[in-house]
């Protein structure tokens, strides 16, 4: 199914390169005249200052997968040891080996028996006709050859200002020869389109190296000993053991050509585009649609660019249109059969398709860890439980946050003072776990649960950093809904219902650190706090409230005293009671707190301190952070940059 629906999308894409052709950067082009002479020097398109053309221009070229050891050149545009027969330069002193000139000769005259057979083919082609007058006339030979460059780079030739491998007839003969290379001569039934075709021994085409990450290798690591990227087949059997019936090729996985050959197009050119792919740690996320309406969108988009407009609406639209069951969908088949009998209209069936395939290698194989071809219906549905499920309040303004899935990704890392911000990815020491990238993709996907160890592992940074921003608090609530109580509503904001012992006592928590820090502030508002709760008490009372709770409780009565010394009784009335509800509603209070309760405490913490600021602020009233306590300011602001 996955390379039937790259097929798909390869035949409606207008955007697919032509067949047997790839994108590749064409570093040396050579302008010919129409009798084959040269119009000049080989002219190099690198342009070093600018990223996207470093390595030369990008165009459209003749490609195949290349194997065996004989060559096999590409037509009409190839690297400099095969269109011109040229060796690397050797270094200063040393001279080219013996071998390596036979090598270079071998391939050139491979290039140049296929350009000739072209040019005979093609005898109304001005640019076959240019380019084997010029191979017949020995000027590779004479050229001046530029100080830098290698056998490998890739040279192309112009006539009249066209390239010669893109014309109609380059491209028919192009895909006459990637026939004969790649096929049997065999018809058989696909099992792709499930028609009867000339079938493959071989995929004509590889992805580009690059495009999807080795498994289990951060590519965001800035390490130098990472491996180099590598070419993916979707399916090699060149082993006899990797086999059935010890047997090499694709002899019993049948696929014909134009399967073989649109699917790999197709994921190349998704994968090279930021509307259609993401990367996420060592994997590699492609999505497209089908069927679809102008002005559709693939829903994942919004979990990586969060935009609250579109999620909005998504919002109010998608609860009312629930994606069609199977029987449905066959009593809507059979209205359709029935309408020319019965003369009633057919049933309408949304036919939108959302396909989705995260993809790793594993050397030059392509390894699929995970593939989705839903109705778009269901795939939206799957976007609005995430953004339900991890939606917070901001704490200045009172509306609602929502973050992408790489600042998620990005919180579940260290904090650093230093920078006030979290480690970059890639980072040695951010302790970023890379599965966890993988887990939080799967979950925004399928709409499942999250791993209990990434609770775990987000529990430890939040009482190493001492940090509660939006991003974890978005994770706490994204935990507590899929993984732990997957049967409750978790609020967005303060909830004043739950009466779990857990959630009350970071509510608790909250109250007695505010109460603190007005109290201290009462003398100075410049004061800095020395130490404040979190700072003593924050992992004791997030894992045992039982054993802290009575001495904060005793502590509170200095602050309190001190806010009617200083005529602030109503204020000190106001904390009194917040911490007399809560410690009386606390039955009993829990000596020890598990995995999900750990969750619910800190998420009680976050909501009660968002609700004092979004408080304070319709007031008039905000507080300035403190700011030498960023790990967990009085201000929750994210100051972390997308």
Not at 503 to 520: I, K, M, N
């Amino acid at each position: 199914m996955f390379l039937s629906r790259l097929r798909e999308f390869a035949d409606t894409s207008d955007a697919t390169p032509p067949m047997f052709y790839t994108w590749r950067n064409i570093r040396w082009m050579l302008e010919l005249n129409a009798d084959g002479t040269p119009a000049g020097e080989l002219v190099d398109l690198a342009v070093p200052d600018e990223q996207a053309r470093r390595n030369g221009r990008r165009e459209l070229v003749p490609n195949l997968q290349r194997s065996g050891t004989k060559p096999q050149p590409m037509l009409g545009c190839d690297d400099v040891k095969n269109a011109l027969g040229w060796t690397d330069t050797p270094r200063a002193g040393q001279s080219v080996a013996a071998k390596d000139l036979a090598r270079a000769q071998r391939c050139h005259d491979d290039f140049v028996a296929m350009v000739e057979d072209w040019a005979h083919a093609e005898q109304n082609d001005r640019g076959a006709q240019a380019l084997h007058a010029f191979l017949l006339s020995g000027e590779p030979d004479k050229m001046s050859r530029p100080p830098k460059y290698a056998s490998s780079d890739l040279v192309a030739f112009r006539v009249d200002g066209e390239f010669v491998h893109l014309s109609p007839g380059a491209q028919h003969y192009w895909a006459q020869i990637a026939l004969q290379r790649k096929t049997s001569g065999a018809n058989g039934l696909c099992l792709v389109c499930a028609q009867h075709a000339q079938l493959i021994d071989t995929f004509p085409q590889q992805v580009t190296a690059g495009l999807i990450p080795a498994i289990g290798v951060d590519p965001d690591n800035r390490s130098k000993n990472k491996p180099q990227p590598n070419p993916v087949t979707p399916t090699s059997i060149n082993k006899e053991s990797m086999g059935f019936e010890l047997t090499t090729q694709l002899t019993h996985s049948p696929i014909c050509v134009h399967c073989a050959e649109g699917s790999v197009a197709a994921l190349d050119l998704l994968l090279r585009g930021r509307d259609h792919s993401r990367r996420i740690g060592d994997t590699a996320l492609a999505w497209w649609l089908l069927n679809s309406e102008p002005g559709d969108i693939a829903p994942i988009q919004l979990v990586f660019e969060p935009d609250n407009a579109a999620i909005d609406a998504l919002l109010a639209d998608v609860p009312n249109a629930q994606a069609p069951e199977p029987r449905q969908l066959v009593k809507a088949a059979g209205t359709i059969i029935d309408s020319p009998r019965s003369g009633r209209p057919p049933g309408e069936v949304d036919t939108r398709v959302f396909c989705a395939a995260a993809l790793s290698a594993n050397k030059t194989r392509l390894i699929l860890r995970d593939w989705i071809d839903v109705p778009l219906p269901a795939a939206q549905q799957a976007v609005v439980k995430w953004f339900k499920h991890l939606s917070v309040q901001d704490p200045t303004t009172g509306s609602i946050r929502r973050f992408s899935l790489y600042r998620l990704v990005l919180a579940c890392g260290r904090w650093s003072r230093q920078t006030n911000s979290y480690l970059p990815m890639g980072e040695p020491a951010a302790d970023r776990p890379l599965w966890a990238q993988r887990d939080l993709l799967t979950a925004a996907l399928h709409a499942g649960p999250l791993p209990p160890s990434l609770g775990q592992h987000l529990l430890r940074r939040l009482r190493a950093d001492r940090r509660l921003d939006g991003q974890r608090h978005a994770l706490l609530k994204l935990l507590l809904a899929r993984t732990f109580h997957p049967d409750r509503e978790i609020q967005v904001t303060l909830d004043d219902t739950d009466n779990t012992p857990a959630y009350l006592s970071g509510r608790l928590f909250a109250v007695l650190e505010s109460l603190q820090y007005t109290a201290t502030r009462l003398d100075n508002k410049a004061k800095k706090l020395n130490s404040t709760l979190a700072d003593r008490y924050l992992s004791a009372a997030s894992t045992s409230p039982a054993r802290v709770m009575p001495e904060l409780l005793r502590g509170s009565q200095a602050h309190l005293k001190k806010l009617r010394s200083r005529n602030r009784d109503g204020l000190a009335t106001h904390y009194v009671k917040q911490r007399d509800e809560l410690s009386g509603r606390i039955k009993p209070v829990p000596m020890a707190l598990g995995l999900a309760e750990q969750c619910a405490w800190f998420n009680g913490y976050a909501d009660q301190r968002n609700h004092f600021f979004v408080a304070a602020v319709a007031r008039g009233q905000q507080q300035e952070p403190d700011s030498e306590v960023p790990e967990l300011p009085d201000n929750p602001t994210d100051t972390t940059s997308n």
